[in-house]
């Protein structure tokens, strides 16, 4: 990542990532990265712990994209990308958040990596994006389903392999 630029963590479906293929940039606006707001909240974390909180919550946030997509597969994607530091904004200013916009389209040149659930995952993620707004709500049966779904470690791809990820 080159001086000047931040790591930002997009939450995707597979539709998604066949788009950005397709047309070279995505409009995605929002994402998670390491915000001011995240660094004093977890004041004891270091960059790596940070970034990790930020790809996490990018995450579950791919399952709500999936909740609202019923035709796309059932696993999360995660992209990410560094992008210029004046075209990331924060859009929380609430202590600990690491909620991001950006101001322009995401480039397929920015993308760093790709991250998306295995195959063996499916049956969780579905199973937690049939729930995952309930969770958010508070719904203790609904967390542990989402939990479940968060056990799996998305796999990591380059972005020369997104041809073979999307063809596969």
């Known amino acids: 990542m080159a001086k000047g630029q931040t790591r930002v963590y997009l939450p995707a479906t597979m539709p998604l990532l066949a788009s950005l293929r397709a047309e070279g940039e995505l409009t995605m606006r929002t994402g ?3 915000t001011p707001e995240l660094r004093e909240w977890y004041a004891e974390g270091d960059d790596e712990e940070l970034e990790y909180v930020a790809f996490t919550r990018a995450a579950q946030d791919a399952l709500h994209l999936l909740r609202h997509d019923p035709d796309a597969p059932r696993r999360r994607v995660v992209i990410s990308a560094d992008v210029d530091d004046g075209a990331v904004l924060a859009v929380d200013r609430d202590l600990g958040s690491s909620s ?3 101001d322009s389209r995401l480039a397929l040149g920015a ?8 195959t063996g995952a ?7 994006a049939e729930v995952v707004d309930e ?6 049966d609904a967390q542990f389903t989402v939990d479940g779904a968060e056990d799996h470690e998305l796999e990591w791809y380059g972005v020369t ?4 990820l999307l063809d596969a």
């Not at 499916?122 to 937690?128: C, E, F, G, L, S």
């Not at 969770?135 to 203790?140: T, V, Y």
């Open 32 to 34: 998670h990265a390491v």
């Open 100 to 102: 991001v916009a950006l």
């Open 111 to 118: 993308v760093a990596a790709i991250h998306v659930d295995g």
């Open 122 to 128: 499916q049956a969780d993620v579905a199973a937690a």
């Open 135 to 140: 969770a958010a709500a508070g719904d203790p």
């Open 161 to 164: 392999e997104l041809d073979h």
